[in-house]
């Protein structure tokens, strides 16, 4: 290889890196942060596996695809955005892109405002984010910036009150908003039971990797939803234990 060749191919290198984190920068603050993770992994994964072969029909095949691929993410939108986001916030890019240290105290925390929610009847539903930062759902409510309570939490969902309608939204430990509203998901729910409130946690899981929480005003009941998973009913201990798997160790198997 010639010093013009090495040349080039480090400029080459050094513009795809600048132009991929700047990019990253324009977006971390929201969920397309994971979804360029995902798409990049994917294709870098995709390209490494084919040189590694030699498998040139399958090239062939792939070059084919890129130009109508386009056509195949604009009918199949939705789906391509959940399957990229879920990509980049498995175990690994989350460690790439930066996670919390585990903290018992806010686990606990979050355990005793649910308690309080469930011994007042007060329907509520609670957001917490992982990799993804839900920048589109934030706005869509009342943006605050405090250290989450039991006090704070109780206050918000005293019913009839102008923040008790929607959802609280949870980052870093700390409310980031009020009364937002969540996308609602479109599948068939078995349990009757479950309301706009439900659709509305179990749409925000479906959408991305956020933890949700959801106690029912009429039966006191919390569930937990967590991707295309929702556990019902649930008692405190067990949802304890899920919080601190989901939130600091990244589990993704989740049980039925």
Same mark, same amino acid.
């Given at each position: 290889?010639?010093?013009?060749?090495?040349?080039?191919?480090?400029?080459?290198?050094?513009?795809?890196?600048?132009?991929?984190?700047?990019?990253?920068?324009?977006?971390?603050?929201?969920?397309?942060?994971?979804?360029?993770?995902?798409?990049?992994?994917?294709?870098?994964?995709? %390209?490494?596996?084919?040189?590694?072969? &030699?498998?040139? @029909?399958?090239?062939?095949?792939?070059?084919?695809?890129?130009?109508?691929?386009?056509? $195949?993410?604009?009918?199949?939108?939705? !789906?391509?955005?959940?399957?990229?986001?879920?990509?980049?916030?498995?175990?690994?890019?989350?460690?790439?892109?930066?996670?919390?240290?585990?903290?018992?105290?806010?686990?606990?925390? @979050?355990?005793?405002?649910?308690?309080?929610?469930?011994?007042?009847?007060?329907?509520?539903?609670?957001?917490?984010?992982?990799?993804?930062?839900?920048?589109? %759902?934030?706005?869509?409510?009342?943006?605050?910036?405090?250290? %989450?309570?039991?006090?704070l939490i109780g206050?918000?969902?005293?019913?009839?009150?102008?923040?008790?309608?929607?959802?609280?939204?949870?980052?870093?430990?700390?409310?980031?908003?009020?009364?937002?509203? $969540?996308?609602?998901?479109?599948? !068939?729910?078995?349990?009757?039971?479950?309301?706009?409130? &439900?659709?509305?946690?179990?749409?925000?899981? !479906?959408a991305s990797d956020?933890?949700?929480?959801?106690?029912?005003?009429?039966?006191?009941?919390?569930?937990?939803?967590?991707?295309?998973?929702?556990?019902?009913?649930?008692?405190?201990?067990?949802?304890?234990?899920?919080?601190?798997?989901?939130?600091?160790? &990244?589990?993704?198997?989740?049980?039925?």
């Amino acid at each position: 290889m010639t010093l013009v060749e090495i040349l080039r191919a480090l400029f080459e290198i050094v513009v795809l890196w600048a132009l991929f984190y700047y990019l990253y920068r324009a977006v971390k603050d929201s969920r397309a942060a994971a979804i360029l993770a995902g798409l990049v992994a994917t294709v870098l994964l995709g %390209y490494f596996l084919l040189e590694l072969t &030699h498998a040139v @029909v399958l090239k062939q095949l792939a070059g084919l695809i890129i130009g109508p691929g386009t056509i $195949l993410v604009v009918l199949f939108q939705p !789906e391509v955005r959940n399957a990229l986001a879920r990509f980049g916030s498995n175990r690994l890019m989350s460690r790439l892109l930066g996670t919390q240290e585990e903290n018992q105290d806010f686990v606990s925390v @979050v355990c005793e405002s649910v308690a309080y929610l469930v011994s007042k009847r007060y329907g509520a539903l609670i957001a917490i984010c992982r990799t993804n930062k839900l920048s589109e %759902y934030t706005k869509t409510g009342t943006e605050l910036d405090a250290l %989450y309570t039991r006090e704070l939490i109780g206050t918000i969902f005293v019913p009839k009150t102008l923040l008790h309608d929607g959802a609280v939204i949870v980052d870093n430990e700390r409310i980031v908003s009020a009364a937002a509203i $969540l996308p609602v998901s479109d599948r !068939e729910l078995k349990d009757r039971s479950m309301g706009l409130r &439900h659709r509305a946690g179990i749409g925000l899981a !479906e959408a991305s990797d956020a933890v949700v929480i959801i106690v029912s005003e009429e039966t006191g009941s919390v569930s937990l939803a967590v991707g295309t998973i929702v556990q019902r009913s649930i008692n405190l201990e067990l949802l304890s234990e899920r919080l601190t798997q989901l939130l600091y160790t &990244h589990d993704e198997q989740e049980q039925d």
